[in-house]
């Protein structure tokens, strides 16, 4: 009867005992799950930032212009290192540029952890990483970093701009398009051990592709741009220059050069100049187009070399000549400074600075580059006689390099101004197109009967005007030489010029507009010596190149 | 009970393997990238060039001194 009482006891013992344990199981998975497994989550899984590399640049061929690798940085902590001798030489076989004295060196002069090497690649990290293995020396500390690659060095750094350690752009494209190439850091959700290694990838955060963006450049076409361009600056003692080859058809920047090459600042969409005597070539459409003048006119260009325009203020021939009559071809291929003026002055000035403004001066171009000008473009209804007159030879006016070469292209292309652009398209890592640059026509600005005129004009200058230099052998040959003033301190500085030439070819069908600029050149003062043979000389290399044949007879 | 702990030790050495794999597999893309780095600096005219003309004698002709003709399809 004990024992049964006592059996009893122990059973109800038992159910109440699996009882508790059973309410505490159901409180603990049922009503304290969600909180228990996140203090579970928070000591096993970790969520941690993974960078994602930055996308690259290539050229309209898919050539890498830049691009971001993972490198490594290579340092040593002294009270970690089992051999001293054995991690010289492995550091000295493994890393180039590192050898024993530099070692022992670093040892003697600096503390506890010093840093022997940054900037690492993969081919020299190999060999490290397996004579390490293979020595079993420990204290060397390996940490990855990112580096930007440049294939061509630094071609075209005007344009691309550079990068700083963390990643981000700092100038020129890099940083104009930073959101783009770097896009967000991706993140990961992943168990770690105790010892805090990675065992495996819990999940993984929607990845943020990284956006590729080849631009309209060509690589071999932007190599014979700078060549060519430090040649001239060289040749002529030049302060610097630039030289921009655009698509004559879409207004694309094949190649853009600028001397001296400073990271990011691309002397071709930021700097900005008087245009002198190539500007005359808008003053002649804007003319030709409005019907003020025909191309059978004659210009009294004056015997005497000079002209007066108001009592006291003249306006003088460059080059000396006394003219006297000049056909409108004329004025235009022995580029009369008197005659352009005269021209102009005809002109309805409202008329006048709206062909100015429909061929883009005066505004932004919008080609997606940080920091660029307006250009200097005053009022009409600010302008006295003699500002119209001398604005018709580019002087008063103020303008930028792809501001001007986007004009010819328009004289180039039936009179059709076209949006200038740098970017031909962004894809994702997988190559798919994200967007797509296409040519985009921003208005007519002459008909197209003036702009056949203007080829003819044009044509003439360089076959016997002051462009003879620029005619490039078995092509026709359109363009307009420029020798301007620099403003320096208030005046007109007798000293220091800009000379350039402007220019397409083949005129026909014309494929390539090209400017060349040569900022205060020492040893001429004329562009028909100086910037006419670089025009030449990068028409030929292209044409060549692309083997464009030939529309006049060679032999 | 040994089930929950032989599967649980499995995951974590699958973890392992495919955590090295995949660092492998960075390595190896990384170091695909800066041979492709190699190949087109190799391939570039600034390094071309200067070769051809100290070592072959090669120059870029001048146009007169060459006819392109037109591809007729």
């Known amino acids: 009867m004990i024992l049964k009482g006592r059996a009893k006891f122990c059973g109800l013992i038992a159910i109440l005992t699996a009882f508790i344990i059973a309410g505490r199981l159901f409180y603990l998975q049922t009503i304290k799950h969600e909180e228990l497994t996140k203090i579970t989550d928070n000591r096993v899984f970790r969520t941690i930032s993974q960078e994602v590399l930055r996308g690259n640049f290539l050229d309209r061929n898919g050539r890498i212009l830049a691009e971001s690798i993972r490198s490594y940085s290579i340092a040593v902590s002294k009270k970690y290192v089992n051999d001293k001798e054995k991690t010289f030489d492995v550091l000295s076989i493994a890393l180039k540029d590192v050898n024993k004295k530099k070692l022992k060196k670093l040892w003697k002069d600096k503390g506890n952890f010093f840093y022997v090497k940054k900037n690492v690649m993969p081919d020299e990290y190999e060999i490290l990483k397996y004579a390490i293995n293979k020595q079993k020396i420990t204290g060397i500390e390996i940490s990855p970093m990112y580096t930007r690659l440049r294939p061509y060095d630094d071609m075209a750094i005007d344009l691309l701009g550079y990068t700083n350690s963390k990643n981000m752009g700092l100038s020129g494209l890099e940083l104009y398009y930073n959101d783009k190439l770097i896009r967000k850091t991706k993140k990961k959700r992943v168990a770690k051990s105790r010892r805090g290694n990675i065992i495996y990838d819990a999940s993984i955060e929607k990845k943020e592709p990284t956006l590729n963006i080849y631009l309209t450049l060509d690589a071999d076409m932007q190599y014979y741009a700078e060549k060519i361009l430090n040649k001239y600056v060289d040749k002529n003692q030049a302060d610097g220059g630039v030289l921009i080859v655009q698509d004559s058809k879409t207004a694309e920047v094949l190649a853009l050069a600028s001397n001296p090459r400073k990271n990011g600042q691309a002397m071709a969409f930021q700097w900005t100049y008087e245009p002198g005597s190539t500007f005359k070539a808008i003053t002649f459409a804007a003319a030709l187009d409005t019907n003020t003048i025909k191309i059978t006119d004659s210009i009294q260009c004056e015997e005497t070399g000079k002209w007066e325009v108001t009592p006291d203020v003249f306006i003088r021939d460059v080059h000396k000549a006394e003219h006297g009559y000049l056909t409108v071809p004329e004025v235009l291929s022995d580029s009369s400074n008197i005659g352009s003026g005269k021209i102009a002055l005809k002109m309805d000035t409202k008329d006048f600075y709206d062909y100015i403004k429909a061929f883009g001066f005066g505004i932004k171009t919008a080609i997606s580059f940080p920091a660029e000008p307006n250009g200097i473009l005053r009022n009409w209804r600010k302008w006295y006689k003699i500002d119209k007159a001398t604005l018709a030879f580019g002087h008063g006016i103020s303008v930028t390099p792809i501001q001007l070469v986007t004009a010819y292209t328009a004289l180039a292309n039936g009179g059709i101004l076209m949006q200038p652009y740098i970017v031909e398209k962004i894809t994702n890592h997988k190559g798919r197109v994200i967007k797509k640059n296409k040519p985009t026509k921003i208005r007519k600005v002459i008909d197209s009967s003036t702009a056949d005129l203007m080829k003819i004009l044009l044509v003439k200058v360089v076959e016997g005007g002051t462009g003879t230099e620029a005619k490039v052998q078995g092509y026709s040959t359109a363009g307009k030489t420029g020798t301007s003033e620099k403003f320096l301190q208030g005046k007109y500085s007798e000293t220091h010029h800009t000379v350039s030439f402007a220019g397409f070819v083949p005129v026909e069908k014309p494929k390539y507009t090209i400017l060349v600029i040569l900022d205060n050149p020492k040893t001429t003062t004329y562009a028909s010596q100086s910037a006419s043979p670089a025009f030449r000389e990068m028409a030929s290399a292209i044409l060549n190149m692309k083997s464009v044949p030939q529309d006049e007879k060679v032999f | ?73």
């Open chain 2, 1 to 73: 009970m040994l089930i929950l702990v032989a599967e649980r030790t499995h995951r974590t050495n699958t973890g392992y393997k495919t955590a090295i794999l995949q660092n492998e597999v960075g390595a190896k893309e990384n170091r695909n990238k800066y041979l492709r780095y190699q190949v087109e600096q190799l391939e570039s005219l600034s390094n071309i060039e200067p070769k051809a003309e100290q070592e072959l004698d090669l120059y870029l002709p001048e146009p007169s001194k060459v006819v392109i003709l037109e591809e007729i399809n």
